[in-house]
């Protein structure tokens, strides 16, 4: 078990969780994914309340990576509020979507997302992203700590 924060997956998929889970592994992450399958419960799980009230006081994670497209709260709603609150306002968060659609790459950008990412099709080339996001995000990035007024 790793002691580094965790990344947060975003998605409610089983099939793109999964594929998320192995991709990861396959190019050598060892931190822990955490998998929320909505809007709300993300938000829950960033701020330690209702089911993920054990959290409260715990790190953020390093990362999240956001679907879009997500049931009870979309993914703009969700980055617009991390983005909202001083907490959670410079936690990077990738967005990680099968959409192509221009609105939503512009939207995305303007709520204040840190990369938009097309999920590839392919098996291998989705190994190849996991591995250079891993990379970038968790290990060349860096980022202020969470709560620092800016």
């Known amino acids: 078990m790793s002691n ?14 999964d594929l998320t889970l192995r991709a990861f592994q396959r190019a050598g992450s060892t931190r822990p994914l955490d998998v929320v ?3 709300v419960e993300a938000m829950d799980y960033l701020f330690g309340r209702g089911s993920h009230a054990h959290r409260a006081g715990e790190p953020l994670p390093a990362l999240v990576l956001l679907d879009l497209n997500l049931p009870r709260m979309d993914g703009h709603a969700v980055l617009r509020q991390i983005r909202a609150h001083v907490h959670t306002r410079f936690l990077p968060v990738v967005i990680l ?7 939503d790459l512009v939207e995305s950008y303007s709520q204040g997302c840190n990369s938009y990412v097309r999920k590839p099709v392919s098996y291998t080339e989705f190994i190849e992203a996991a591995r250079q996001l891993g990379l970038y995000w968790l290990e060349l990035n860096r980022a202020p700590q969470p709560g620092v007024p800016g």
């Open 4 to 17: 580094q924060p965790p990344i947060l997956l975003v998605e409610d998929n089983p099939d793109d969780v």
């Open 37 to 39: 399958e909505d809007g």
């Open 97 to 103: 979507t099968s959409s192509d659609e221009e609105k």
